[in-house]
């Protein structure tokens, strides 16, 4: 099923000069605006959202707006850099989110999800990475993912939640209680509705269609029949220029899915030949396809590390061949190398050597199956905290220097957090007779400890005085759990008293 995603960027073209002059810029809390030519006339073609909190609005003439706000910040706007900003933009949402971005002028991007959205972990996941990526950079934006351009443009832009994910189900339910002006539509046609008393799209769209058409054409009804899905609207994705891609035109479309087999196994021979002439790998690669309908279909697949080899490129995409429609047709292929990296020749051994086995192509394909996300290895971290020192690492990272501390044992599985317990202990210093964990009770034959841990006070001054005491513990039936204290077992400012769970051996 199609899925879109719609970026809307509301303070776009503040944002990017903020961006382009980090040092004469002024402070992001004084009002600017950006000030443009309608005719003869200048307008507010922008505004920070310090000046949209005093009334200036987009549209308003620039004499107005300086009247309205003392010591308003005024520069000129220029809109062609903006697209071109805009542009840029779009290139890094090719390489790390999708192969199918085109740009939304003046103040967004709109990209298909389809197929890509499991490498971030699921589209509420990928629309959260994308949001932190841009807000790292002062970049404003809001977001939707829907099952077409219509609906996610008008969700993104017209519904308070700054991130939103509409299920395809749910299309007619988000788009019912929207302004007509989120449908894409000139101010001019937007205000004439407005004034024969139309409020919402749902209203709209409950009108009979031969009225509406009369008084306003077809454009109208194709832009209601776009949001909910009726019609497809295509779009033209950026091609970045530089980066390594083979096509391969058809004189008739093709659609069986042993003939896309067929020509996949093709392009990926060709694309090698070309990264060895570069002396590059590809560490990601998209394949797209062309329909005779306008419609591109996509598939994104990442690599742990770079390669050249067809066969292992071609693998990776036929694998996930299926996941395709081909509709009526295609009637192009393209697979491109979005993302490379320098691959030296490696010179081979007559020596006899057993080879190292290469286990990259098995991290691909799990990869490429379950997600980025749910694949890594766990390395050390610079902490006593127990939780704090291990992290996930790329299951192909190069080995830390660190190293865990063996001086005393440490449970084979660590709970992502301690669960509380229900224990009779004796205090200070004793371990546990018996404790209670989700609902079983385990009576406690052996114990060994206590391991005294400290909290890390130059992390926060909370843990200045907190203490952990740490028992390994085996029951009756010979299962070893590690438990701990919060508190020394006499000053309550050290703990609360309290036994956790935070370990199991074995």
């Known amino acids: 099923m199609k899925r879109v995603v719609s970026l809307f960027l509301p303070t776009w073209p503040t944002d990017r000069y903020y961006r382009a002059r980090p040092d004469t810029a002024p402070p992001r809390d004084r009002p600017l605006?950006?000030?443009?030519?309608?005719?003869?006339?200048?307008?507010?073609?922008?505004?920070?959202?310090?000046?949209?909190?005093?009334?200036?609005?987009?549209?308003?003439?620039?004499?107005?707006?300086?009247?309205?706000?003392?010591?308003?910040?005024?520069?000129?706007?220029?809109?062609?850099?903006?697209?071109?900003?805009?542009?840029?933009?779009?290139?890094?949402?090719?390489?790390?989110?999708?192969?199918?971005?085109?740009?939304?002028?003046?103040?967004?991007?709109?990209?298909?999800?389809t197929g890509v959205s499991h490498l971030f972990g699921g589209e509420a996941a990928m629309l959260d990475d994308l949001s932190q990526k841009l807000r790292s950079s002062s970049i404003a934006m809001r977001a939707a993912c829907a099952a077409?351009?219509?609906?996610?443009?008008?969700?993104?832009?017209?519904?308070?939640?700054?991130?939103?994910?509409?299920?395809?189900?749910e299309t007619a339910d988000a788009l019912a209680s929207?302004?007509?002006?989120?449908?894409?539509?000139?101010?001019?046609?937007?205000?004439?509705?407005?004034?024969?008393?139309?409020?919402?799209?749902?209203?709209?769209?409950?009108?009979?269609?031969?009225?509406?058409t009369l008084r306003f054409g077809q454009s109208l009804l194709q832009r209601i029949d776009?949001?909910?899905?009726?019609v497809s609207e295509p779009f033209i994705p950026l091609e970045p220029p530089e980066l390594p891609r083979?096509?391969?035109?058809?004189?008739?479309?093709?659609?069986?899915?042993?003939?896309?087999?067929?020509?996949?196994?093709?392009?990926?021979?060709?694309?090698?030949?070309?990264?060895?002439?570069?002396?590059?790998?590809?560490?990601?690669?998209?394949?797209?396809?062309?329909?005779?309908?306008?419609r591109i279909e996509s598939i994104r697949a990442g690599l742990a590390r770079p390669t050249r080899e067809a066969r292992r490129i071609s693998r990776l995409l036929t694998d996930r061949i299926e996941t395709i429609d081909p509709g009526p047709g295609v009637e192009r292929m393209t697979l491109v190398a979005s993302r490379m990296d320098d691959l030296p020749w490696r010179p081979g051994s007559a020596l006899g050597e057993t080879p190292v086995r290469d286990i990259g192509e098995l991290i691909d394909t799990l990869t490429n199956r379950v997600g980025e996300d749910r694949l890594y290895r766990l390395?050390?971290?610079?902490?006593?905290?127990?939780?704090?020192?291990?992290?996930?690492?790329?299951?192909?990272?190069?080995?830390?220097?660190?190293?865990?501390?063996?001086?005393?044992?440490?449970?084979?599985?660590?709970l992502a957090y301690p669960e509380l317990v229900e224990t009779v202990a004796l205090l200070p210093d004793h371990p546990p007779i018996q404790f209670t964990w989700r609902g079983q009770r385990r009576r406690i034959k052996r114990a060994d400890g206590p391991e005294r841990i400290f909290g890390e006070?130059?992390?926060?001054?909370?843990?200045?005085?907190?203490?952990?005491?740490y028992f390994i513990v085996e029951d009756e039936a010979g299962e070893r759990f590690w438990l701990f204290r919060a508190g020394n077992g006499e000053d309550p400012r050290t703990g609360d008293q309290r036994w956790y769970l935070h370990g199991l051996f074995g």
Do not use: C
Request: a neutral charge; aromatic letters at 6%; glycine letters at 6%.
């Open 457 to 469: 006070w130059i992390r926060s001054k909370d843990e200045l005085r907190s203490v952990r005491d």
């Open 33 to 113: 605006v950006l000030i443009g030519s309608d005719g003869r006339s200048k307008v507010i073609h922008a505004a920070n959202m310090a000046a949209r909190k005093t009334g200036v609005r987009v549209g308003m003439p620039a004499t107005q707006a300086q009247a309205l706000v003392s010591g308003l910040e005024t520069q000129l706007a220029d809109p062609a850099e903006d697209v071109a900003a805009l542009e840029r933009l779009g290139l890094w949402a090719v390489r790390r989110y999708s192969p199918h971005v085109a740009v939304d002028p003046p103040d967004g991007l709109v990209f298909e999800a």
């Open 226 to 230: 776009q949001a909910y899905g009726r």
């Open 148 to 169: 077409n351009w219509g609906a996610a443009h008008a969700v993104a832009r017209f519904t308070a939640p700054r991130l939103n994910v509409v299920e395809a189900s």
């Open 379 to 414: 390395a050390a971290v610079e902490s006593d905290i127990p939780e704090r020192s291990v992290t996930r690492i790329p299951p192909l990272a190069e080995p830390t220097q660190l190293r865990w501390q063996i001086d005393w044992p440490r449970p084979s599985r660590l």
């Open 178 to 212: 929207l302004p007509v002006a989120a449908l894409r539509l000139p101010s001019d046609v937007v205000q004439h509705l407005r004034t024969l008393g139309f409020a919402s799209i749902g209203e709209l769209n409950a009108t009979p269609r031969a009225p509406l």
């Open 246 to 294: 083979v096509t391969r035109g058809f004189p008739e479309p093709i659609s069986a899915p042993e003939t896309l087999h067929r020509y996949t196994e093709k392009l990926a021979g060709e694309l090698a030949a070309l990264l060895e002439d570069k002396i590059s790998g590809a560490s990601q690669l998209d394949l797209l396809f062309f329909r005779i309908d306008s």
